[in-house]
């Protein structure tokens, strides 16, 4: 048997990385990585969401990768107060919440929102 401890990172298929990065740097706070030949990643704690452009998918890579298609659930440790306060300074729509979820390890309170690729974002506090 496997025991997985946790995740090290996930792959976005998008249409633009640049507007991605743009994005998760603005809204999320995350840090725009370079590494390897000229990829980039969106970092943040010790996980990170690696980006693969539409039509310029690196080798393996899920067999019917598509922009728009991840619903991501991110934990924060920002109240949902200020979360808030933080979307609507940037114009974000929020499609839901705040409304209490089910996390991983319990009760959460989350709100949810699309990024640039129609993606469906959910940040969270445990509650």
């Not at 693969?52 to 920002?78: Q, W, Y």
Request: charged content about 25%.
């Amino acid at each position: 048997m496997i025991i997985i401890d946790s995740l090290d990172h996930l792959v976005l298929t998008v249409a633009s990385i640049e507007k991605t990065c743009a994005f998760y740097s603005a809204v999320l706070g995350m840090e725009v990585e370079r590494f390897g030949e000229g990829r980039k990643a969106l970092k943040f704690g010790n996980q990170k969401i690696n980006l693969h452009e539409v039509g310029k998918e690196f080798e393996p890579k899920a067999a019917r990768p598509t922009a728009g298609s991840g619903d991501l659930c991110l934990i924060s440790m920002t109240p949902m107060s200020k979360i808030m306060k933080h979307l609507q300074s940037l114009d974000v729509k929020v499609e839901d919440g705040p409304i209490q979820r089910t996390g991983a390890v319990g009760p959460i309170m989350s709100v949810y929102f699309r990024d640039p690729d129609a993606n469906l974002i959910e940040v969270s506090n445990y509650l």
